[in-house]
């Protein structure tokens, strides 16, 4: 093979290259939907499976939680889910142990799942999580009425 055929080679690569389209990364889309009972779970299912891309559907009926997976747009996930007439909304919770500070206020919801918080914006304050004064000066060695430990 002499100088052209290797220069052939190249741009037969290089254009073939060009051809091929980027796959779509595998994602999870994970929704909060109302439902009451097993008939709406394997009915959100249902649904959900169609949606184009769609490798798996998982339905947790306590946690009133649907996650798909595969090759599938967030948005397509959701309006596929709203087809259903029941309230859905993208999952607001993410795990405990992700969130910087999950004691900035609202970032704390009774209604989360176990060790979940819901999402807190990056624009929390700091401040709203630091210790009243009068805790720390309870323990200060210039407070004449302070508590100590022997």
């Known amino acids: 093979m002499g100088v052209e055929g290797t220069l052939e ?9 060009k051809k091929k389209k980027k796959k779509k990364q595998t994602q999870t889309v994970a ?4 439902m009451d009972c097993e008939g709406c779970a394997r009915k959100v ?6 949606v ?12 009133q939680k649907a ?7 967030p948005k397509k996930v959701l309006a596929a ?3 259903t007439k029941k309230k859905v909304e ?6 405990y142990n992700l969130v910087a500070n999950p004691y900035v206020a609202q970032a704390y919801d009774k ?3 176990p060790n979940h918080v819901r999402k807190v914006p990056d624009t929390a304050n700091i401040t709203e999580t630091t210790v009243d004064d009068r805790y720390s000066n309870m323990f200060s060695d210039e407070n004449p009425n302070a508590c100590s430990i022997m």
């Open 81 to 83: 889910a709203q087809t």
């Open 111 to 113: 209604k989360a799942p």
């Open 67 to 73: 996650t798909v997976t595969g090759n599938v747009e």
């Open 45 to 50: 299912k249902k649904v959900l499976s169609g």
């Open 31 to 34: 929704l909060k939907i109302r």
């Open 9 to 17: 080679y190249i741009s037969d690569l290089l254009s073939n290259m």
């Open 90 to 95: 993208l999952w607001p919770y993410v795990p």
């Open 52 to 63: 184009k891309g769609a490798k798996s559907v998982d339905v947790d009926l306590k946690q």
